[in-house]
């Protein structure tokens, strides 16, 4: 099992950066593929970025490409979230989640259902 707890989020201006953090218990975090979502209050959970387990492959949204950069180090049991050149519509709660198996394949990964646990999210706010 992993448990998930995200933090760094905040309020910052429009063309600003937040680092996302996102702390995993567990021994078998090295294992699991991690992605990061984001959702505001009334709307569907939206996929934001992904990186596989060894964290040599990563996948974005379209929305965020160029300016957002997902990492992990299995060292710390730990996945990041850079966010540069913030726009107000990233404006959201984001949350971060573990899969076993992240299938690029079928593009599946970009659907809350694959992802097996969660953190709490933590809020990010962009002020125009």
């Known amino acids: 099992q992993v448990q998930l707890v995200e933090s760094g989020g905040g309020l910052v201006q429009t063309g600003g950066s937040l680092r996302l953090s996102c702390a995993a218990s567990?021994?078998?975090?090295?294992?699991?593929?991690m992605g990061w979502f984001r959702q505001v209050s009334g709307k569907e959970r939206e996929f934001v970025a992904a990186?596989?387990?060894?964290?040599?492959?990563?996948y974005y949204t379209d929305s965020v490409k160029g300016r957002f950069t997902i990492s992990r180090d299995n060292n710390k049991n730990a996945v990041y979230l850079q966010m540069n050149s913030l726009k107000p519509e990233d404006t959201a709660v984001y949350y971060c989640a573990a899969t076993p198996t992240l299938r690029t394949y079928s593009g599946s990964y970009r659907y809350p259902y694959e992802y097996h646990y969660w953190g709490q999210g933590t809020q990010v706010t962009v002020s125009s």
């Open positions: 567990g021994r078998t975090f090295s294992t699991y593929s």
């Open positions: 990186i596989d387990w060894s964290g040599f492959s990563t």
